[in-house]
């Protein structure tokens, strides 16, 4: 079992800042990548960016030069800094990774339940 618990959501003015973790954990052999989606009322979920394990990141045009991805391969854990926040950032964040299974061959795509960021105006 895999479990992707992310923690950080929360209310922030436009203009500011925000920081989100997301912790990996159970029978976990090794991470390849990781990285954040979004989904905002009403519409589908998008790609915020992802890191490879070796720290090449990709973001989204929406999110460069405000949002920072980086991970610690160690601790099993992914971070999102979200800085110049706009009202249109407001969405469920939800932590992604391709890990393979303690026993497995073949590496699987597992999510975090996400966390709720609310940017008011």
């Known amino acids: 079992q895999v479990q992707l618990v992310e923690s950080g959501g929360g209310l922030v003015q436009a203009g500011g800042s925000l920081g989100l973790s997301c912790l990996a954990s159970g029978s976990i052999l090794s991470i390849n990548a990781m990285g954040w989606f979004r989904q905002a009322p009403g519409k589908q979920r998008e790609l915020v960016g992802t890191i490879t394990r070796g720290g090449n990141t990709n973001y989204a045009d929406s999110v460069k030069g405000r949002f920072t991805i980086s991970r610690d391969n160690a601790k099993n854990t992914v971070y999102l800094q979200m800085n110049s926040l706009k009202p249109e950032d407001t969405a469920s964040y939800y932590c992604?990774?391709?890990?393979?299974?303690?026993?497995?061959?073949?590496?699987?795509?597992?999510w975090g339940k996400g966390t709720l960021v609310t940017v008011s105006s």
């Open positions: 992604y990774t391709n890990l393979f299974r303690l026993g497995s061959s073949r590496p699987m795509d597992y």
